[in-house]
């Protein structure tokens, strides 16, 4: 079953031409017109040098956090960007202050690790954790999360994609339950923003963070945080710094308080990664051109193959069978999987392996259906003949 549309975009992105690459989970493929981004960065600080801040550089954040905003149905100037999603949680965290009365922060098992070291180590800064245990399927139930919400909750930390089994939570509920006990909500969209319809307008959440490494096909160093339009007006994050005065080159040392930028630079704090932003603006237009309902769409169609053939082959699924659950990576479990994952890289097959769900297979809009009939093939062989490539030794450090 061919699946012709958005196959035209294949030529943008290098990366396709000599691997099956179905890890737009970890690192999107980079786009081709990225590497002339890169090229025109280094011309500029080679020719403009220091005037490059005040030609382009210094506002970079909003060019490029507008370009976000688009894909999470956020209004311009409600993005700022930041190193990765644990800096830009933490500057979200910085806005809210734990009382004895309102100081639980809630989260879930299945969140990602570093967003857990985070959260237990803000119980320093007065907060009591309460972590929503998950199912044997590795899932979260709502219903859960909903009862661990009360009036003690000052904030919930909402993964909307479960990194794990690419599970979609009820963000709607889960931000509607905080909002009637007063608490306030970080939603974390990194598996989620790109690959699946976000509007963060329209859930309501107080803050979002997310990255352009994956879906976004953006390259490291492209966190962003999202801040509800009402909530940004009137915070003030104590992680902070001169980007985010309204007249940094005043080197006031004076109290902020009336200098803060109105718009989402507010959350900004030191001087920002400005070559990751160049390499960050060509995975967003694309993304953007293409849209994110067209992108939705044909990668359930070729995530329901891929389930199909899991079925088919006998292996083993953490994937949830309800396609409205399911994002964009499908999870097969099989013997051995680290070292049939690390065998698939050595093929030109590049995935990756998580325990305990196995090897994680994501299909974007750029890839086909008969890259996904090639490597479940590819795994049913190696399953089979347990003909293992031992691989590059660093891979045992970065699977
Ligand atoms: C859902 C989710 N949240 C957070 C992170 C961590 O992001 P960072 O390394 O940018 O802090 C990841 C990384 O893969 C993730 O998948």
Known sequence: MP????????????????????????????????????????????????????????????????????????????????????????????????????????????????????????????????????????????????????????????????FRTSYIMDAAAIIARAHEVGAKVILDTYQSAGIIPVDVTALETDFAVGGCLKWLCGGPGNAFLYTRPDVLAKVRPAFTGWVSHRAPFAFDTGPMDDFARGDAMRMMNGTPSIPAYYAALAGLDIINEVGVDRIREKSQRLSARLLALVDEYGFHSAASRDPRRLAGTVAVNVPDALQVARTLKARDFVVDYRPPVGVRISAHFYNTMEEVEAVMAEIKDIVAKKDYTAGDARASLVT
């Not at 005037?51 to 956020?74: S, T």
């Open 3 to 162: 699946v012709p549309d958005l196959e035209r975009w294949r030529d943008e992105f290098p990366i396709l031409a000599r691997s099956v690459y179905m890890i737009s989970n970890s690192l999107g493929a980079m786009p081709r017109k990225t590497a002339q981004n890169l090229a025109e960065y280094a011309e500029t600080w080679a020719t403009r040098g220091v005037r490059a801040w005040e030609e382009r550089w210094w506002e970079m954040p909003l060019e490029v956090g507008n370009k976000v905003a688009r894909v999470i149905g956020a209004p311009a100037g409600s993005v700022s960007m930041h190193e990765n999603v644990t800096t830009a949680h933490l500057v979200a965290l910085s806005c809210l202050h734990p009382t004895p009365a309102r100081g639980v922060l809630v989260c879930s098992e299945m969140d990602f690790p570093s967003m857990m070291y985070l959260y237990r180590a803000q119980q320093a800064a007065g907060y009591e954790l309460r972590i929503v245990p998950a199912e044997a399927d590795l899932t979260v139930r709502t219903d859960r999360m909903l009862d661990a919400i009360d009036g003690s909750t000052a904030v919930v930390a909402l993964s909307h994609v479960l």
